[in-house]
């Protein structure tokens, strides 16, 4: 081996250390670079157009949500109009329908049907009526003069002028043509109409209107009975059916 000598090494010289101030903080800090990062070229565009996409998507987010409450109202409130409409047409289907089997019921109880028979010296006057019917003699001519019968559905209500019954039965003992004039007057003012019936095959004056001598307002069948007038006459114009089905059935002896 070479004895060449170690080549020495010199120590690396230290720093001298820096003046301190009191507390340990160096008088002369060494000042630190901060990064500042540098947006790239563009981005301002994009968040402007993301900006503007998001106030469009808000503004037809509240559109359509003001277009389905407003959508909605009109269904429920025409679903409201459709179930009233429904429930009205089933209430009147309902009534209607009550109403109809409450007449056949009543019509039903009408039957069998009751024959009403006048006197034999007054021709025999006859009829038939519903059973259901009362009937009230108020005078049954055994001494001569007027014959005067009453009928009602129920119970008859005290005779009077203006007081309403289904039926009146009257034979007066009197001509026919004096007792029509009582009509024609009423006729001639305008208070009654006058039609020609047959009535048991002949022809009798049916007066409707504002009858004679009262304040009724009903139907009257005018004829000839041998040398009387026999008058049938309804009070009110509810009981029409029942008594021009009762007309129908008038039977007499001439």
């Known amino acids: 081996m070479d004895n060449q000598p170690y080549q020495s090494f010199q120590q690396p010289q230290q720093m001298p250390p ?29 968040n402007l ?12 987010a509240v559109t359509f949500i003001a277009l389905f409450i407003w959508m909605f109202s009109k269904w429920d409130t ?15 289907a309902v009534n209607e329908k009550t109403e109809e089997l409450e007449s056949q019921f009543i019509e039903r109880e009408k ?10 010296d007054y021709g025999e006057l006859s009829f038939e009526y519903p059973k259901t019917w009362s009937v009230y003699e108020a005078k049954d001519a055994t001494t001569g003069g007027d014959y005067e019968a009453y009928l009602n559905p129920g119970k008859v209500y005290p005779v009077g002028t203006n007081t309403i019954n289904a039926l009146r039965v009257i034979i007066k003992d009197q001509s026919y043509e004096s007792f029509v004039s009582n009509y024609e007057n009423n006729v001639k003012n305008g208070k009654l109409a006058v039609n020609v019936r047959l009535i048991n095959g002949e022809n009798a004056n049916l007066y409707s209107g504002e009858l004679p001598s009262s304040k009724l307002t009903g139907i009257a069948a005018v004829f000839k009975i041998r040398d009387k007038v026999a008058i049938l006459q309804t009070d009110a114009m509810i009981f029409e059916e029942d008594y021009q089905k009762i007309l129908d059935s008038v039977r007499y002896n001439q």
């Open 18 to 46: 820096q003046p301190q101030m009191p507390g340990g903080q160096p008088m002369n800090p060494v000042p630190t670079t901060r990064l500042v990062p540098v947006e790239p070229k563009g981005a301002g565009n994009k």
């Open 49 to 60: 157009i993301w900006m503007i996409l998001t106030i469009i998507a808000g503004l037809v």
């Open 78 to 92: 025409a679903q409201k109009t459709v179930d009233s409409q429904v429930n009205l047409a089933v209430a009147n």
């Open 111 to 120: 039957e069998p049907y009751q024959t009403f028979a006048g006197p034999a």
